[in-house]
């Protein structure tokens, strides 16, 4: 028999609805979304059509914020599935190739 134990559930998601300006604004703007103690988190927006290389390279910037915070989310003895090690793996090895490219420009 196998002794791995399932996943926990996932949390309920927690909805926010916008009145009409507030949904007006969203669409024309870009949403910061911060942890209760100030930490920036991430940013939702819809994509933009003409993406530059500054807005990619800033969304990589807030979207590594929000995988550090999510690994300070996690309790040291906690034994990651081998699932999630494979995809942190493929990303840091893409990252690394990336990085390699860039110091040789």
Not at 11 to 18: G, H, N, R, S, T
Not at 45 to 59: R, S
Not at 73 to 96: C, F, H, T, Y
Request: proline share 9%; glycine share 2%.
């Amino acid at each position: 028999m196998d002794n791995v134990t399932s996943p926990p559930a996932p949390p309920i998601p927690c909805v926010i609805k916008l009145d009409q300006f507030q949904y007006t604004f969203f669409q024309k703007s870009r949403l910061e979304i911060h942890s209760p103690d100030g930490n920036f988190l991430t940013i939702v927006a819809n994509p933009l059509p003409n993406k530059t290389g500054e807005d990619a390279i800033y969304q990589l910037y807030c979207q590594t914020l929000l995988l550090e915070t999510l690994f300070d989310g996690i309790n040291e003895s906690m034994k990651l599935p081998q699932w999630a090690i494979n995809s942190i793996a493929r990303v840091i090895d893409r990252i690394d190739a990336h990085l390699k490219k860039q110091s040789s420009i």
